[in-house]
Structures are given as structure tokens and as C-alpha cells.
């Protein structure tokens, strides 16, 4: 069964703490991006991958650091230098090009107290 | 810098059929459209996109205008299934996501 698979899908962290954020495909996909959502907002785009071993910063990056080792996963650190780290966090994937769709995982649901 | 413009909300009655409107004024010539809808607490989900005609799929129908600053997402027959909230991007190498509409399906 293809598709993108975001783990965990609550996560609780202490202020301070970094966390990482799994996200898997099984697509062969290139592309993967990862973004973040506040209430009743739209998505933020965060960092982006094109191919293994490389990325780039979306428009949100500071605070955050991502990691492409291989061509299934990316994940994502929050880092204790995100001030405001709470959010829904959304990873995708795509054949990289803009004429053709993403497939998104059901999203982490990030809670720093 | 999402750069499409769209009403903040949306209410279509159950069995009826729904146009989404959406402004994109600066597109560029190379820029795709697309659009893609969520629902509470979950991932977007792919519902078309489209470069100058017209498209359809199984979802809906994407109307570019022939100037392509505006286009319309089309939902044939709305079922209360496809209330959520819709997305028109402007696809230029990545997907920039804005606030999206409020779509409200009335039973």
C-alpha cells in the first residue's frame, strides 16, 4: 500500500527539548517538503528536499533542521530555538515539477508545554 | 507569499452544484494551478490542477480563465462529504499554501 506515513501523531514535549519528526514514503518519490500549520491558518512551508542528500529552506526554517540521508525519509528536528514550536505538522511528498500533485501524510500534531 | 486570492468562506446546499472562484493576477506564464482540499486534523488531499485549459477528473472541473489571472473550481454535485477547506495555489516549484476558503455543505 503507497502512501507517506507520519509518526507519531500526537507528540508532547517539554519546553526546551528538541524533537524530530518522522516522515516515510514509499512513493519513489524525489520531492518531499515539510510544512506547518497554525489554527485556522493555511500551510507554511518549512524546508523542502529535491533529491537525497540535498535541501533547502522554505519560507518558516529558522528553528527547525531537516535531514535527507535517504530518498524514503526526511525527517524534521524542532529545536529548542523555535520559539514557538505548538503547530500541526505536515509532511509531503511529489515527483519534483510543479505539473504534478503531492501526497500528504496525516500530520503531527506537535504540544511543547 | 501565496499570491491567489480567495473568499474566506464558502455555503452550497447538498446535491447543488458549487464554484470556488480564485484570483492569481501576477501568474506567470509557467506557473501550474492547482488546488487541494483538507478537512479537519488531516493532510490536504490532491483535488486537480491545470497550466491553460480546461480539466477535469472524477473530483471536480478547474475553469482557467483564458487570461489565466482567475480560475474556478468546479464541484459537480456537492455531498456533505466535501465540506472542507479548499486551496488555489499558484505552483511555482513549490506549493505555497494561503488561508484557502471555508466550503459549508447544507444538508
Known amino acids: 500500500d503507497g502512501g507517506i506515513t507520519q509518526s507519531p501523531k500526537y507528540l508532547f514535549r517539554k519546553e526546551g527539548q528538541n524533537v524530530t519528526l518522522s516522515c516515510e514514503q514509499n512513493l519513489n518519490h524525489d520531492a518531499m517538503y515539510w510544512y506547518r500549520q497554525d489554527p485556522g491558518q493555511g500551510l507554511r512551508l518549512i524546508y523542502y528536499s529535491q533529491i537525497v542528500n540535498d535541501f533547502q529552506k522554505g519560507d518558516i526554517a529558522e528553528g527547525y533542521s531537516v535531514s535527507r540521508e535517504k530518498k524514503e525519509s526526511f525527517p524534521l528536528t524542532v529545536t529548542s530555538a523555535q520559539k514557538n514550536p505548538t503547530a500541526f505538522y505536515l509532511c509531503a511528498s511529489s515527483i519534483w515539477g510543479v505539473n504534478t500533485e503531492a501526497f500528504f501524510g496525516q500530520g503531527t500534531r506537535l504540544t511543547v508545554v | 507569499d501565496a499570491k491567489t486570492t480567495q473568499p474566506n468562506s464558502m455555503e452550497s446546499n447538498e446535491e447543488e452544484p458549487v464554484h470556488l472562484p480564485c484570483n492569481h493576477s501576477?501568474?506567470?506564464?509557467?506557473?501550474?494551478i492547482h488546488w487541494y482540499r483538507q478537512l479537519p486534523s488531516q493532510g490536504p488531499e490532491y483535488v486537480i490542477h491545470g497550466l491553460t485549459s480546461n480539466v477535469n477528473n472524477r473530483m471536480a472541473s478547474l475553469a482557467i480563465a483564458e487570461d489565466r489571472k482567475s480560475s474556478t473550481l468546479i464541484l459537480h454535485r456537492a455531498t456533505l462529504r466535501d465540506a472542507a477547506v479548499y486551496y488555489c495555489i499558484r505552483a511555482n516549484s513549490k506549493l505555497t499554501f494561503g488561508k484557502g476558503i471555508t466550503l459549508s455543505v447544507r444538508p
Open positions: 501576477t501568474i506567470s506564464g509557467t506557473d501550474y
